[in-house]
């Protein structure tokens, strides 16, 4: 059954075509992956699937719904950005929490969720600390956590780890696939890297001129 459902979308700027007829489907659970070189359009889908974009035609449906006007907030998905998008001034522990206090979580769930979520990606160690005496890695798993601790639906991925060095990357590679196989949530992530995108993905979709070819 399909969860995600991208229908003919096409977003333009100005004079620039960003995406044409992009049309795409991801089965619930599943791991896809849009592969791409640079202005593929990659993120403008991703950011159009997760309500950040105003699309000029098309339509996203998610979980059985039309949701290609409703709000961000109600959307179940979290999206993960190239730049890890931490809040510099909170502590690792506050930026975990964050999310859960804007949706008015009670304090006891806060606390237990932002303990199971440290767990999993293995920084509970951080958590007193700000994001900027992390390593990259940790940096990371830090904006995983953030994304992951509402418990999406749909984990969308926008070149994560793009400023990671070599060693890194395989690393986190590694630590995406038990993530999805622990969470089971639908993922789909964007990467213009063969390799990433061949050891990730169950599914690639490979992007040209804004669209799926």
Known sequence: MSDLKVQNLRRSFGSVVALEDMSFDVHEGEFFCLLGPSS????TT?????????????????A???????????????????TFALYPHLSVEANFAHPLRRSGTSSSEIKKRVGEVAELLRVTHTLKRKPTTLSGGEQQRVAIGRAIIQRPKLLLLDEPLTNLDAKLRNDMRTEFKRLHRELGMTMVLATPDQLEALTMGERV???????VV
């Open 64 to 82: 059985g719904q039309n949701v290609t006007d409703a709000p961000v907030q109600g959307r179940g998905m979290s999206m993960i950005f190239q």
């Open 40 to 43: 593929s359009g990659k993120t």
């Open 205 to 211: 979709g490979v992007m040209q001129d804004g669209k």
């Open 46 to 62: 991703l950011r159009s699937i997760a309500g950040l974009e105003n699309l000029d035609k098309g339509e996203v449906h998610f």
